[in-house]
């Protein structure tokens, strides 16, 4: 009779059980970004391309202070609640999915009222919990024998695969049948979404609560985390400005939302290769020079497409900034989540990606308030990007002086201690009690 256990296990910790949540994770990060473009979709015209140009800038205005809204929610309260319990990330995943299925159906009747906005406001809120909640539950579920950089960049891929596909029902939905035909897609998709994540495993000790530990950031975050996400900042703001100042040149142009979604689809391809080639480049080039890499790229684009600005080097840019976008993110994700305990994991996600946010809704703000021609507006993308390599470089030599002067240990070895520490409280973790090669055995 074999022992309790030792037959196949659904465990997140077991290899299969790894996998296997893996996969359902994938499925939900595939319908949570098919369900958000059916959602943009459907919003499109009504925020932006239904107006005049001139009354255009007003309702983006109005847009960028929506997108910004749910991050006063998210950082303060769902990043701690998160970190509170086991589990969490899971059943906050669901939620997302569940709520956002009900504010689809509601909306869907609604885009022409006031309540549009509160409505487009808790599917942004929901969208950015799931955000949240996924890249807190990668390290539990990346399989055996993968990096944290290669699930990131299975999960971007799928997630662009996801919202590529969803695009073209979104349109003929959108056409045919009108906002609403888009949204109740999205709420299917998100239904979809809520039965793969209530299949997610439960994760060892689930529903228990996280001992309360005192959280010592500047002791914990290396300093190659803090000049990176100075870098994603300054990456995020190049992401909205570049958005909004190609959507306003174009429209200038004639080419309009024809001229928009070329550059979408482009910027989506450049997303794609970023993902799927991110790995492969990590073998060559640190996280850290990733970030840098990616930001002198996006100048160097900028100021050749300000020399013949037409839609074709438009598109061109716009595949460079969603490779370098998407390059960058997925390796500072890495370093985050390396470089985050787990009991404040969450929180920490939630609060970068509130600055992250905070700079692309900057950014964006830029580009819609002033009206810039080709020259000057490409011109300001490429002093934002030297800004951000200038500021991020004098950052780590500022931070190497100052541990130097102190006589702290150095950075590596700050790190690899932290390392060391996160990589004994999961060994623990995976290996059942009574095990001979639990590390916290005695004898």
Not at 149 to 168: D, Y
Not at 220 to 228: D, Q, V
Not at 428 to 437: A, C, K, N, Y
Request: proline letters at 6%; one cysteine or more; charged letters at 15%.
């Amino acid at each position: 009779m074999p022992e309790l256990g030792s037959g196949p296990s659904h465990h997140p910790a077991a290899p299969d059980g790894r996998w296997r949540a893996f996969r359902l994770l994938a499925l939900t990060q595939a319908t949570h970004a098919a369900g958000d473009v059916l959602v943009a979709v459907a919003l499109a015209d009504t925020l932006f391309f239904s107006v005049p140009l001139g009354e255009a800038r007003g309702k983006v205005a109005l847009y960028l202070g929506l997108t910004m809204a749910p991050f006063a929610v998210l950082s303060p309260l769902v990043g701690p609640w998160l970190d509170r319990r086991r589990g969490s990330y899971r059943a906050a995943i669901v939620l997302a999915m569940a709520a956002r299925v009900l504010l689809a159906v509601l909306l869907s009747s609604r885009t022409d009222r006031l309540l549009l906005y509160p409505l487009a406001f808790g599917l942004l809120v929901f969208s950015r919990v799931h955000v949240v909640s996924r890249a807190a539950l990668v390290p539990e579920v990346t399989p055996p024998g993968r990096t944290l950089l290669w699930a990131n960049g299975r999960l971007a891929v799928i997630a662009v695969l996801g919202g590529a596909i969803a695009a073209g029902p979104a349109l003929a939905l959108n056409h045919f049948l009108g906002p609403a035909g888009a949204l109740w897609a999205a709420a299917l998709t998100f239904a979809a979404g809520t039965a793969a994540g209530v299949a997610l495993p439960l994760a060892e000790g689930s529903g228990q609560r996280r001992p309360d530990r005192p959280v010592l950031y500047r002791e914990l975050l290396s300093s190659r985390l803090l000049a990176g996400g100075i870098v994603m900042a300054t990456l995020r703001a190049a992401v909205g400005f570049t958005t909004f100042l190609l959507a306003f040149l174009l429209r200038a142009e004639g080419a309009g939302g024809k001229g928009l979604a070329l550059v979408v689809v482009t910027a989506s391809v450049g997303g794609f290769a970023g993902s799927a080639f991110a790995p492969a480049l990590r073998r060559t080039l640190s996280e850290s020079l990733l970030l840098l890499a990616g930001l002198l790229v996006v100048g160097l684009s900028a100021v050749w497409a300000a020399s013949a600005f037409s839609l074709a080097s438009a598109a061109v840019l716009g595949t460079v900034v969603g490779l370098a976008a998407a390059t960058g993110r997925l390796a500072f994700d890495s370093l985050l989540q390396v470089d985050a305990p787990e009991h404040v994991r969450a929180r920490t996600i939630a609060r970068y990606e509130t600055i992250f946010q905070l700079c692309w809704v900057a950014g964006a703000g830029l580009a819609a308030a002033l009206p810039f021609r080709p020259g000057n507006g490409l011109g300001t993308l490429a002093g934002l990007c030297l800004f951000g390599l200038l500021v991020s470089a004098r950052g780590l030599l500022r931070r190497r002086h100052a541990a130097n002067r102190r006589g702290a240990a150095p950075r590596g070895e700050r790190e690899w201690a932290v390392r060391g520490v996160l990589r004994r409280e999961a060994a623990v973790r995976r290996i059942p009690p009574g095990d001979p090669d639990r590390p916290d055995r005695p004898g």
